[in-house]
């Protein structure tokens, strides 16, 4: 039986976004089950390129039955990550703010028409099945953690009308305990506070870096008054007081500087959050009596709070997947219906999340040779000995094999990787090639059956392969490995296991045979304008435009050729899906008009970025066909503006507002 889930928006990728999220829409995904078992699964941002999309998860869907070699009628159901209730309800309040949607009477009907508009086909309403969105989300911890019965915590910003729920699992039966409306959300009540450090969604996990910085005690008080714990585990949130955070500082502003004050009150934030967390877990761990906690949902993302819940000994076990978020909705939607339709399916432990694009070893080749302008391309005799002496040598590499990883976090298949022992590589990869804050921190790998010689781990747990929980470096080991130690002694590790994942395993043991530590440094691969990497292309595009040293892709070494602008004009130029060309003519004072170009993105009007008038004409006439010599020819460009045009072009690649490829790329 094929059962798919689906998550995230309903738009085309290059429609403007027009319903209301509701706390839905964002991190589209799709995933395919056949009975238990994973076919394909990955967030529409991999294949889209467009970060935490909010688009519709077409390009995923289709991979997913293209990797399954069956089409849309071989579907047994389509699960989606919200009840048909709240979605018939939301659809009637968009009705009268979009006249588009008056004709929609229910959900099955608007999810119907979705899909034929974009695919062409029309699909059996019964094959819609709705699943709660808080039910989908602790699905997708609970029936992967091994567990028969557990405490389950799904703890986010909103679904359904609800921002968590506890619920009490004994094998297949759920018993829901506590459910906690909107005006309680622990999502908004982190996401209001980050807004006075200068963040806004999905910049949650910077701020749980950079608590660390400061001092909890400072704005303990302060924030104290902003939630009240009550009896029976029960808590509410002072949301109208947040605004009382003035009193200690004017928000942050892009770009400026991080100062204590900043630092204090992340620590405080988070200490509140960990506080809240702990007053509700306590009370129904002594309700149940159960010794195993799932946890899901956005906030349950927070590797921090994660790891002082393990430290705690509250419970014996802790599980949390690496798509805790909402594309994780996808897996909890689709399994929740496959054991529905199939009550005999038994449960299945997972202990990864490897169910992505695969990168398979005989078309690697193949794939890097149009990308010859511009690199070398050499094939590895011996891959773990010789990438592990370029790491030991001080290279950073991009590290690019196998399947891609389900979720937001980077296990080993699309790596940044380093020697964790080099102090700099912190300084140099945040700057040069991940360009984003430099006080945050870097995940070590460690192989699992030597996660307690470096880690300091409680209890039994040795598995941690979803870089989900915050442990301490062993004091004696701190100052060896610089590069993955936090300013507080702690890491968000990740272990990694022979039979999961072989060649990562066998990079990190050849490693840690030759220095004694069998530990890499392991960041996505990525920079601040892009999603993980995705294909072989991706890949070496962010090679090329970062201060990576090396890439290596399956048993390929790519090293950089010294290339300008020579090779870049023979790359076909293209304008990317999603954006928006602007030219404006307006008032630039009382007497005078001006015209000025600019760059937006359709699912984020408020993201512009300005253009040169070269560079506007330039896109204006990119078809995906002309190389960027044939364009600036038949614009009849001088000198001087194609002079202008190559200036510019590195930061228009680098952040990733204009695509760039060989003629002959496979795309």
Same mark, same amino acid.
């Given at each position: ?50 970060? %935490?999309?909010? @688009? ?37 309040? &968009? ?19 979705? /899909? ?15 699943? %709660? ?156 009596? %159960? ?60 202990? %990864? ?36 002496? /370029? ?98 002694? &702690? ?78 004009? @023979? ?17 630039? &004072? ?78």
């Amino acid at each position: 039986m094929y059962i798919l889930g689906i998550t995230g928006g309903v738009d085309r990728i290059f429609d403007i976004v027009y319903a209301p999220s509701s706390g839905l829409g964002h991190d589209s995904s799709a995933l395919l089950l056949q009975d238990v078992n994973v076919v394909f699964g990955t967030e529409e941002e991999r294949l889209s390129r467009i970060k %935490h999309s909010n @688009k519709i998860c077409s390009s995923a869907l289709m991979r997913c039955l293209n990797l399954a070699h069956i089409n849309f009628s071989q579907l047994d159901a389509i699960a989606i990550y919200a009840s048909e209730k709240f979605l018939n309800r939301k659809l009637k309040e &968009s009705g009268l703010l979009f006249p588009d949607l008056y004709s929609f009477t229910d959900c099955r009907s608007f999810f119907q028409f979705i /899909l034929e508009k974009e695919f062409g086909l029309l699909i059996d309403k019964e094959k819609f099945y709705f699943i %709660h969105h808080h039910l989908a989300h602790t699905v997708s911890s609970y029936y992967l953690s091994g567990f028969e019965k557990s405490l389950i915590l799904s703890i986010d910003g909103e679904g359904d009308d609800v921002s968590s729920m506890i619920i009490d699992a004994n094998i297949k039966e759920f018993n829901t305990l506590k459910t906690k409306s909107v005006a309680d959300s622990l999502g908004h009540f982190y996401l209001k506070i980050i807004a006075f450090l200068g963040y806004k969604d999905f910049d949650e996990y910077k701020v749980m870096g950079l608590a660390p910085y400061g001092d909890p005690a400072v704005y303990r008080d302060k924030l104290s008054c902003f939630y009240e714990l009550l009896a029976d585990g029960d808590y509410c949130i002072h949301a109208d007081r947040i605004l009382e955070l003035y009193e200690v500082l004017t928000p942050r502003k892009l770009g400026e500087a991080f100062s204590q004050v900043h630092m204090d009150l992340a620590a405080a934030l988070q200490e509140a959050l960990e506080s809240i967390v702990f007053h509700v877990l306590r009370h129904y761990q002594a309700l149940t009596g %159960h010794t195993r906690l799932a946890i899901s949902g956005g906030v349950g993302q927070n590797s921090s709070m994660n790891g002082k819940i393990l430290n705690s000994g509250l419970f014996e076990e802790v599980f949390v997947p690496s798509f805790a978020g909402d594309s994780g909705c996808a897996y909890g939607a689709a399994a929740y219906v496959a054991h529905q339709l199939q009550p005999d399916l038994p449960f299945k432990k997972v202990t %990864h999340a490897y169910w992505g694009t695969p990168i398979h070893d005989d078309e690697v080749a193949d794939a890097l040779a149009p990308w010859q302008d511009f690199v070398v391309i050499g094939k590895l005799r011996d891959r773990s000995e010789q990438v592990s002496n /370029l790491i030991i040598e001080g290279a950073v590499i991009g590290w690019v094999q196998g399947r891609s990883e389900f979720g937001p976090r980077a296990l080993g298949n699309r790596s940044i990787i380093a020697d964790p022992r080099i102090g700099s590589h912190k300084e140099t990869i945040n700057a040069m090639i991940k360009m984003r804050e430099s006080y945050r921190p870097f995940a070590p790998s460690v192989l699992v059956e030597r996660v307690r010689d470096f880690f300091e781990v409680p209890g039994k747990q040795e598995d941690f392969p979803f870089m989900s929980f915050v442990l301490n470096v062993r004091p004696e080991w701190r100052d060896q490995l610089p590069a993955i130690t936090h300013v507080d002694g &702690s890491a968000r590790l990740q272990t990694v296991n022979k039979e999961d994942n072989p060649r990562y395993w066998e990079l990190i043991e050849t490693f840690g045979r030759k220095t004694g530590i069998p530990i890499l440094l392991n960041t996505s691969f990525n920079n601040n304008a892009e999603p993980i990497v995705d294909s072989i292309d991706d890949a070496v595009v962010c090679y090329l435009t970062s201060g990576l040293n090396y890439l290596v892709v399956g048993d390929y070494l790519v090293t950089k050729k010294d290339w300008g602008n020579e090779q870049l004009a @023979k790359l076909i130029v293209t304008l990317p899906k999603a954006a928006v060309l602007n030219r404006v003519d307006r008032y630039i &004072s009382y007497t005078e008009r001006g015209f000025s170009h600019f760059l937006t993105w359709n699912y984020d009007t408020s993201r512009c970025y300005p253009l040169s008038d070269v560079w506007y004409q330039v896109l204006q006439q990119a078809d995906g066909l002309r190389t960027l010599q044939q364009l600036m020819i038949d614009l009849g460009f001088e000198a001087g503006q194609q002079n202008q045009v190559f200036e510019e072009l590195p930061s228009l690649w680098s952040d990733r507002l204009i695509i760039l490829h060989p003629e002959n790329a496979a795309l």
